[in-house]
């Protein structure tokens, strides 16, 4: 079949990738000049089945209204007017709250974990077979903890991930720091931790690039700078997409350039936060909503202080990965809307609150300095394109022909090579073997 994929990020590459696989003629379109420009660009770099967590809990609710009033909040929401998009984000909060309790929550970590595993599964297979190199480390996750209270809690979050088969430990501060000798210098305020040696980290756009070029010799075409401007339906069935190529020059605007009709059998939209506004136009309502996420990207100056296992801060709620010689950390979401300047000041207090710390974690290992100071920390910010129950949608929708694989919120990199298998299968007429909740339905 001829088979058109709206997106290049890993999701979308993904696709690309199994579909081809399975004989198919694949098109990807996209509106960057390459693959793995947004949302995958620079995310936390971890393969983190063992924190396939959804962030709705029965704690969620509370904590969101507490740290609403602070910029450096996890987990911000920032309401708009229930009006016109802004109503998405109402209905989108109300589905959340709806998820804020102990059934739901087991529920949605049960097919989380299993469409992880999946996942994982799926990109080692990737792997064994292009050989791609993109700053892998299969030295496993750490999870510390400075908070006792919360240290005590964290046997219950390890039991619920081995009840599912992850192999997530309960660790001691002393078991940590072997684990990790780079947290000596910040092991004074640690009081223990968890850690799943199956895990593992890596660069997800390097890793994303590869495996479009890899695509491009088994046929797939790429046609980059291209926006989608309308999906054309006729009685219940997709018959044709318009694109039109993105303007470069400064004296072009978008409405200038030709509009080009495409054809094909099915098409795939993996446009990240971006799939559901396209899929509206056509009567398919999903509630996925943008998370606006950060990172940063420091350099490192003295790589014995530098660490080789993946983290997590329980703390702050931010991930941070080892990649080659530089430190990704990444984390908090921002439930807003589209916006994705750097120049707000809730942005600036975030990305700041990154870099300091990164800094009282592992003093001296990597220059945090801002840009003024004559450092260059690399800020960065994606949307996450987040479900209530933080589970995806993969599956066919009722637009035959029209499927969709989105809404995986943090878990892209997680869940990116399962999710483009999974998609791939039920395209070629197959049932994915997924041990999860799985309809393959929108």
């Known amino acids: 079949m001829k088979i058109i994929v709206l997106g290049a990020g890993i999701i979308g590459i993904s696709t690309a990738w199994h579909l081809a696989q399975r004989g198919h003629s694949v098109t990807v379109i996209d509106r960057q000049p390459d693959a793995a420009l947004e949302t995958t660009f620079s995310n936390a770099g971890q393969i983190s089945v063992s924190y396939c967590e959804p962030w709705a809990n029965r704690e969620a609710p509370l904590k969101a209204l507490k740290w609403m009033f602070s910029k450096e909040a996890p987990l911000l929401f920032r309401p708009r007017l229930p009006f016109g998009e802004g109503w998405?984000?109402?209905?989108?909060?109300?589905?959340?709250?709806?998820?804020?309790?102990?059934?739901?929550?087991?529920?949605?970590?049960?097919?989380?974990?299993?469409?992880?595993?999946?996942?994982?599964?799926?990109?080692?297979?990737?792997?064994?077979?292009?050989?791609?190199?993109?700053?892998?480390?299969?030295?496993?996750?750490?999870?510390?903890?400075?908070?006792?209270?919360?240290?005590?809690?964290?046997?219950?979050?390890?039991?619920?991930?081995?009840?599912?088969?992850?192999?997530?430990?309960?660790?001691?501060?002393?078991?940590?720091?072997?684990?990790?000798?780079?947290?000596?210098?910040?092991?004074?305020?640690?009081?223990?931790?968890?850690?799943?040696?199956?895990?593992?980290?890596?660069?997800?756009?390097?890793?994303?690039?590869?495996?479009?070029?890899?695509?491009?010799?088994?046929?797939?075409?790429?046609?980059?700078?291209?926006?989608?401007?309308d999906l054309k339906v006729e009685q219940g069935a997709i018959k044709s997409i318009a694109v039109r190529a993105v303007s470069t020059g400064a004296d072009d605007i978008n409405s200038q350039q030709p509009v080009r009709h495409m054809s094909a059998d099915q098409f795939v939209v993996a446009c990240g936060s971006y799939s559901a506004p396209l899929l509206r136009t056509v009567g398919i309502d999903l509630p996925i909503y943008p998370g606006k996420g950060y990172s940063a990207t420091f350099k490192i100056l003295r790589p014995e202080l530098a660490p080789s296992v993946s983290s997590i801060?329980?703390?702050?709620?931010?991930?941070?990965?080892?990649?080659?010689?530089?430190?990704?950390?990444?984390?908090?979401?921002?439930?807003?809307?589209?916006?994705?300047?750097?120049?707000?000041?809730?942005?600036?207090?975030?990305?700041?609150?990154?870099?300091?710390?990164?800094?009282?974690?592992?003093?001296?290992?990597?220059?945090?300095?801002?840009?003024?100071?004559?450092?260059?920390?690399?800020?960065?910010?994606?949307?996450?394109?987040?479900?209530?129950?933080?589970?995806?949608?993969?599956?066919?929708?009722?637009?035959?022909?029209?499927?969709?694989?989105?809404?995986h919120g943090t878990l892209g990199w997680t869940h990116g090579a399962g999710s483009g298998k999974a998609l791939a299968e039920l395209i070629s007429g197959k049932v994915p073997d997924l041990a999860f909740g799985f309809t393959g339905r929108a």
């Open 313 to 407: 801060d329980d703390s702050k709620k931010i991930a941070i990965s080892r990649l080659g010689d530089e430190l990704r950390v990444a984390g908090t979401i921002e439930v807003g809307d589209y916006n994705l300047s750097l120049d707000t000041p809730v942005a600036s207090a975030r990305c700041r609150m990154l870099a300091r710390r990164i800094e009282e974690v592992f003093p001296g290992m990597c220059d945090t300095r801002e840009e003024a100071d004559g450092g260059n920390p690399n800020y960065w910010t994606g949307l996450r394109p987040a479900t209530p129950t933080n589970i995806p949608y993969i599956g066919q929708t009722k637009v035959r022909g029209l499927w969709v694989n989105a809404g």
């Open 88 to 229: 998405q984000q109402w209905r989108w909060g109300l589905q959340f709250l709806a998820n804020c309790n102990d059934k739901a929550f087991e529920r949605n970590v049960q097919q989380l974990v299993a469409l992880g595993a999946y996942s994982h599964v799926a990109l080692k297979d990737i792997v064994a077979s292009t050989g791609i190199d993109y700053q892998r480390l299969e030295r496993g996750i750490a999870h510390f903890y400075i908070d006792q209270k919360s240290f005590d809690s964290a046997g219950e979050a390890a039991d619920l991930m081995r009840r599912y088969g992850v192999a997530r430990q309960v660790v001691s501060k002393e078991e940590l720091l072997r684990i990790e000798p780079a947290f000596t210098a910040y092991g004074k305020q640690i009081v223990g931790g968890t850690y799943t040696p199956s895990d593992e980290s890596g660069d997800a756009k390097v890793f994303t690039q590869a495996l479009a070029k890899h695509c491009v010799e088994l046929g797939v075409e790429f046609l980059y700078s291209h926006s989608v401007t």
